[in-house]
């Protein structure tokens, strides 16, 4: 069974810096996508950016980008330029394809962040 | 609007007393699921269907029940809810096959005493 860890419950920046989230998998896939999700006070679970697992590049999505390392199994994420509206909970979410069809999504256990003035 | 509505969002209720909470998508999506979450657990699966009529189990599907008659709807059913079941609840679509987004409905908060 995949595992997906976060070792960092809580983690605060101020605005205009920048924050690395921590994410780790335990996988034997060779094929399966990476993704990490915001959940702001609101409750919507919003993709902020996903990663194909055989692709070498890391993606960026305008201040956000990730550090995808499949060989450690590590996935972290980086906001730049950090903003109020970023304070939400981080997931970090592990997608494999499922024997028959379809696909099963596994999720960490969350970090809270929270930027500051 | 390309969306997924769950209600009721808010739901207090006694241990015992049957419930219902729907989801609906208007996106035309094979692939349905429902998730809990809690504190220190994140989200875990609790079950979800492929299409009309096919349904399976999550990591966490006791206490649960689900149906998929039609293609937008996949409501979620405690049968006899207990204070354990006390959570947050997820619904999700997206397209059958590939590695599409997922959209996730608002949530419903659940709690039973």
């Known amino acids: 069974a995949q595992t997906v860890t976060q070792s960092q419950p809580e983690m605060s920046v101020q605005e205009a810096e920048t924050v690395t989230l921590s994410c780790t998998y335990d996988t034997s896939e060779s094929n399966y996508y990476l993704f990490w999700y915001k959940q702001p006070p609101s409750r919507q679970m919003i993709l902020v950016i996903r990663?194909?697992?055989?692709?070498?590049q890391n993606a960026t999505e305008n201040r956000f980008s990730v550090n995808f390392q499949k060989a450690a199994k590590s996935f972290s994420l980086k906001i730049s330029d950090s903003q109020l509206g970023d304070t939400a909970m981080y997931f970090c979410a592990f997608m494999k394809l499922l024997r028959g069809g379809g696909n099963k999504l596994t999720f960490g256990t969350g970090t809270q962040l929270k930027v500051e003035l | 609007e390309a969306q997924v509505t769950q209600n009721p969002r808010y739901l207090i209720t006694v241990t015992g007393k049957k419930l219902t909470v729907t989801c609906s998508q208007n996106?035309?999506?094979?692939?349905m699921s429902w998730y809990r979450q809690d504190p220190g657990l994140g989200l875990r699966q609790i079950y979800y269907?492929?299409?009309?009529?096919?349904?399976d189990k999550g990591d966490v599907p006791e206490g649960y029940k689900v149906s998929r008659k039609e293609k937008r709807n996949f409501p979620l059913i405690l049968e006899s809810p207990s204070p354990n079941q006390t959570s947050l609840y997820f619904c999700?679509?997206?397209?059958?096959?590939?590695?599409?987004?997922?959209?996730f409905g608002p949530g419903t908060r659940l709690t039973v005493t």
């Open positions: 990663q194909e697992a055989y692709k070498q």
């Open positions: 269907s492929m299409n009309v009529e096919v349904t």
């Open positions: 996106m035309n999506h094979e692939y």
């Open positions: 999700a679509s997206r397209l059958e096959g590939g590695w599409g987004e997922q959209y």
